[in-house]
């Protein structure tokens, strides 16, 4: 069992949970996920890690609550467990494999959408402690729903925030800031990570392709088990087919498909929609997921 060291509201429908798991917090990098399962009825959740402490042996997850299996995640308290904690998944982000001194040449551009600024913390958290402060974008339908604010603040080299209604920091989306950031105040990045909603990756990355910033995203909004066995996470990036869960979840988002992965995100969720794809993509859709039916 995994116990819960710490549980936390942070915004409506969004929690943070501190969980004892020392070896996946020993090994475990930015850009990485774990698998977590309440119990032995609970789903199979993949959450692309927050935070790590390797002394406390804790690692950080937060999530929404977008299901049944969420709804009663959230219900959990400190001195609760989970049954399952697995990880660390995926692979790093690609600039933990890079030389530091390459790496601190470079000018990093992270844009956060919503939820999606859990995943990006912990990567700006390991360029700050290895030197490197790279500018960070947030961006929330409203106040409320702006999440660990204080905490990337202290890692950030600047910060920007944005709302859609324009109650906290600017009004407007987070391209907007992209776009006043680079032309209008004239400011150069080498990469950019786009982290949050689809259809927010999907305009960033329109947006940075048009000004020339490589441009990375997670795509761990469209997987389901995680562990490469239902097929849910297929992808296109250029002309091959991926898997989100085993070779990503991050990908050079001028590359990904977005709406074939949206319009994919979508017949997912209808028992129709699945056997469509079932049926359509044979034997990379083996149904590992427990929600289709497999191929029988
Ligand atoms: P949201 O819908 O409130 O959007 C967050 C911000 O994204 C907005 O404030 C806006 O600035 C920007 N945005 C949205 N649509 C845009 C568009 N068309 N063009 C430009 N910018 C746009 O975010 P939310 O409700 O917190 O998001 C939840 C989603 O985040 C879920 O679908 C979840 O799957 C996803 N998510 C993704 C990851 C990941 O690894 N990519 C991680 C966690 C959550
Ligand atoms: Fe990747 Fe199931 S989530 S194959």
Redesign the pocket.
Known sequence: MFPIIKAEKLAEN?YLMDVKAPRVARACQPGEFVIVKMDEKGERIP??ICDYDREEGTVTI???I?GASTYRMADLKAGDSFQDFVGPLGNPSEFVKEDIEELKKKKYLF?????????VYPQVKWLHEHGIDADV?I???NKD?I?LEDKMEKVAGNLYV???DGSNGRK??????VKDLVQDQGKKYDVCV???????????CL?TKELGIPTI??????MVDGTGMCGACRLTVGDKVKFACVDG?EFDGHLIDFDEAMKRQQMYKTEEGRAYLRAKEGATHHGGCGHCGGDE
Do not use: C, R
């Open positions: 969004i959450l692309t937060v999530f929404q977008v844009v956060a959408g919503g939820v999606g600024t859990a995943p974008i961006g929330a339908k729903l999440i944005t709302t859609d407007g989306m987070v391209t907007e800031v786009a982290i949050g909603p689809m259809i927010m990756m999907k305009f960033t947006l995203v997670s795509m761990n909004p469209i979840p």
